[in-house]
């Protein structure tokens, strides 16, 4: 019985990764996986420090994605608006893209929307279109960047809560 909650285990980390390439929760399912394995086994294996860890981790995760695009968007020197706008546009993209493409709609929307919500609060505030397009082009790379970085974290998760449960 016990290899079934490896097993588990194994498979909800690789679904996790996957989850959080498409900018869903998945951090979260890997943490909330290890844990589930560790109290199974007495907070043994993985130990409870493991699992503290990988919250810490999520957390982290979580607000690298979020701060990467409002801090390329600061570089180009967005208005506080536009930095408001490309989060809200990024979050509306990714809802409006997923449905039509499911899984690269999600990133794309994302991307797009954190554009499109940076280039209209610049010129909004601003009314200068060539530095709302420099805005927008920097908090879309950002938001590409912070969900790469979300995955790089997903992926060492995954890999510290199958050693430590097998280990």
């Given at each position: 019985?016990?290899?079934?909650w490896?097993v588990?285990?194994?498979?909800?980390?690789?679904?996790?990764?996957?989850?959080t390439?498409?900018?869903?929760p998945g951090?979260w399912?890997i943490?909330a996986?290890a844990?589930?394995?560790s109290?199974?086994?007495?907070?043994a294996?993985?130990?409870?420090?493991i699992?503290?860890?990988?919250?810490?981790m999520?957390?982290?995760?979580?607000?690298?994605?979020?701060?990467a695009?409002l801090?390329t968007?600061?570089?180009?020197g967005?208005?506080?608006?536009a930095?408001?706008?490309a989060?809200?546009?990024g979050f509306?993209?990714m809802f409006?893209?997923?449905?039509p493409?499911p899984?690269?709609?999600?990133?794309?929307?994302g991307a797009l929307?954190?554009?499109?919500g940076?280039l209209?609060?610049?010129?909004?505030?601003?009314d200068?279109?060539?530095?709302?397009?420099?805005?927008?082009l920097?908090?879309?790379?950002?938001q590409v960047?912070g969900t790469?970085a979300k995955?790089?974290i997903a992926?060492?998760m995954a890999?510290l809560?199958v050693c430590a449960a097998?280990?």
């Amino acid at each position: 019985m016990d290899y079934v909650w490896l097993v588990s285990l194994v498979v909800l980390c690789f679904v996790g990764v996957a989850l959080t390439v498409v900018r869903m929760p998945g951090t979260w399912l890997i943490m909330a996986a290890a844990a589930a394995c560790s109290w199974h086994f007495d907070w043994a294996s993985p130990s409870w420090k493991i699992v503290v860890a990988l919250g810490v981790m999520a957390l982290l995760a979580e607000g690298l994605e979020m701060a990467a695009s409002l801090i390329t968007a600061h570089k180009a020197g967005a208005s506080k608006r536009a930095l408001w706008y490309a989060m809200a546009g990024g979050f509306l993209g990714m809802f409006m893209f997923t449905i039509p493409l499911p899984i690269i709609g999600t990133v794309l929307g994302g991307a797009l929307g954190c554009f499109a919500g940076a280039l209209i609060g610049e010129i909004s505030q601003h009314d200068d279109l060539a530095k709302g397009a420099k805005v927008g082009l920097f908090a879309a790379v950002g938001q590409v960047l912070g969900t790469m970085a979300k995955s790089m974290i997903a992926v060492v998760m995954a890999g510290l809560s199958v050693c430590a449960a097998l280990l």
